[in-house]
C-alpha cells in the first residue's frame, strides 16, 4: 500500500462521523469485480484498497463514489454521465473513469486513454458544462497525499486570501513536481502578491512539465518580456514556437504574431546572436492562424532583423484605459492592474504605453499586489 493511500484511510477512519466525513461500508468483493467486468479492466489498485475499507462518501473536498451498481453517487451513475456528455457509449474503453467528485461540481477522473495499465492511468479534472479536462495529479497516491496534506494544514480552515492560495499551490508541487497545474497555481498566487520574478520562475516549471497547461508558456513569455529576461522568454518562446495545430493555439490564448512581438521586446540587436531568436521568428511565421497574422509575424521578424521598432501584432491591443499624459497615465495603470482592470497583455501589448515607458518601467506595476 502506497505511503498516500494508507495515511488517506488512517485520516478517513479516525475522522468518519464528523461534519465533513460520512463514508460507508467496505464494497463487496462482488461489486468491485462486477463494476471490474462492466470496465473490461482492472480498477487501479490503490482505488481498490480504498474502495475496500470504505465504499465511497463524504469528504471534505467532496464525495468518493462508490462502486455500489446504480445511480446515485457511484462510479457507475458517474460514468454514464461522462458517456453522455462525450456522446460515446459508456462502455468505450477510452472514457474517463470518475472516481470524485468535487465541491465545485467537476469530476476527478481516471484517464484511461494516457496509458495502458490501470495503476499507471493518471488522474483529470473534468468539467460537465464546459467538457475541459485538465491533469491534476500524475498518480492516485499523490492525490491520497495531497488530500490528507490540505486537510491537516494549520490553515485549512482559515479564509481563503492569497497566502493560503500560495501555501495550496506549494504543498501540491511538493507532492508532485511534474504536475504543470501544480507550478501553474503558485505561479499566480505569487504574481498576484506582486512578485513577479518569482512567479515567472514558476511558470516556467509549468512549461517544463509534460503535459503542460497550455498557456503556461504564454504567460511565462509574458513576464519575461516585461521583466527584460531574455533568456527566460527563450526558453518559453521555444517551446511555443514548436508546430502545433490551430486548436492549440486556441488553447495558449495567443496568436504566433502576439509570441512573436514579445520575443521581439527581448531579442538581441542584429548580429549572430540572433541566430537562435530567428529560428523561432520563422516557426511563427510558419504556424500564423491568417494572412494579417502572418503578414504581422514577418513584419515583426523583419524588424528585428533589421533593428528596428517590431510593428503591432495582430490581433491588435488596446486597454481600455484613457491615454493622456504620462504621469496621469502612469497613475491610472497602477490603479486598473490594482482592480484588476489592466492586464500583463495589455501592459505588453499595447502600443500606447510606450511614451509612459520611456520614463517608468512597467514591470513596476507588477509589483502591485492584488487581493482577492
Known amino acids: 500500500m502506497h505511503r498516500g493511500v494508507r495515511e488517506l484511510i488512517q485520516w478517513v477512519e479516525k475522522h468518519d462521523g464528523s461534519d465533513t466525513v460520512k463514508v460507508h461500508r467496505p464494497a463487496l468483493a462482488k461489486e468491485v469485480t462486477a463494476l471490474e467486468h462492466q470496465l473490461g479492466t482492472p480498477l487501479p489498485a490503490d482505488l481498490k484498497l480504498v474502495l475496500g ?19 446515485g453517487d457511484t462510479i457507475e451513475a458517474a460514468l454514464k454521465a461522462l458517456a453522455e456528455d462525450e456522446e460515446v457509449s459508456f462502455l468505450d474503453p477510452e472514457l474517463l473513469l470518475p472516481f470524485h467528485r468535487t465541491e465545485a461540481g467537476s469530476y476527478l477522473a481516471f484517464d484511461r486513454s494516457a496509458a495502458p495499465v490501470s495503476d499507471t492511468w493518471p488522474i483529470v479534472d473534468y468539467d460537465l458544462e464546459t467538457g475541459e479536462r485538465r491533469l491534476i495529479h ?36 511538493e507532492i508532485e513536481t511534474d504536475v504543470s497545474i501544480a507550478h501553474v497555481t503558485v505561479a499566480h498566487a505569487l504574481r498576484r502578491c506582486g512578485e513577479p520574478e518569482l512567479s515567472l520562475e514558476s511558470y516556467l516549471r509549468a512549461g517544463r512539465c509534460v503535459p503542460a497547461v497550455p498557456w503556461t508558456d504564454w504567460e511565462a513569455l509574458k513576464l519575461a518580456a516585461l521583466l527584460r529576461y531574455p533568456a527566460d522568454a527563450l526558453e518559453a518562446g521555444a517551446r511555443l514556437a514548436k508546430r502545433a495545430p490551430q486548436s492549440m493555439w486556441d488553447l495558449r490564448e495567443t496568436t504566433p504574431s502576439r509570441v512573436a512581438y514579445a520575443l ?22 510558419a504556424q500564423a492562424l491568417d494572412d494579417d497574422d502572418r503578414a504581422a509575424a514577418e513584419a515583426i521578424r523583419d524588424a528585428v532583423v533589421g533593428g528596428a521598432d517590431a510593428p503591432e501584432p495582430d490581433p491588435p491591443q488596446e486597454a481600455e484605459l484613457e491615454v493622456g499624459e504620462v504621469e496621469a497615465t502612469w497613475a491610472a495603470m497602477a490603479q486598473a492592474y490594482k482592480d484588476g482592470l489592466l492586464r500583463e497583455d495589455d501592459l505588453l501589448l499595447d502600443p500606447r504605453f510606450g511614451a509612459v515607458a520611456e520614463t517608468h518601467d512597467l514591470a513596476d506595476v507588477l509589483r502591485i499586489r492584488r487581493d482577492f
Open 264 to 285: 521581439a521586446k527581448v531579442a538581441p540587436p542584429p548580429g549572430e546572436a540572433q541566430e537562435p531568436w530567428l529560428r523561432l521568428f520563422e516557426q511563427l511565421v
Open 138 to 173: 500524475r498518480t492516485f497516491d499523490g492525490w491520497c497525499r495531497l488530500c490528507v496534506a490540505e486537510w491537516t494544514a494549520d490553515d485549512y480552515t482559515a479564509p481563503f486570501t492569497i497566502e493560503k492560495y500560495l501555501q495550496q499551490g506549494k504543498r501540491h508541487a
Open 53 to 71: 475499507v470504505f465504499d465511497g462518501g463524504s469528504l471534505p473536498n467532496g464525495t468518493l463514489l462508490s462502486a455500489t451498481p446504480g445511480p
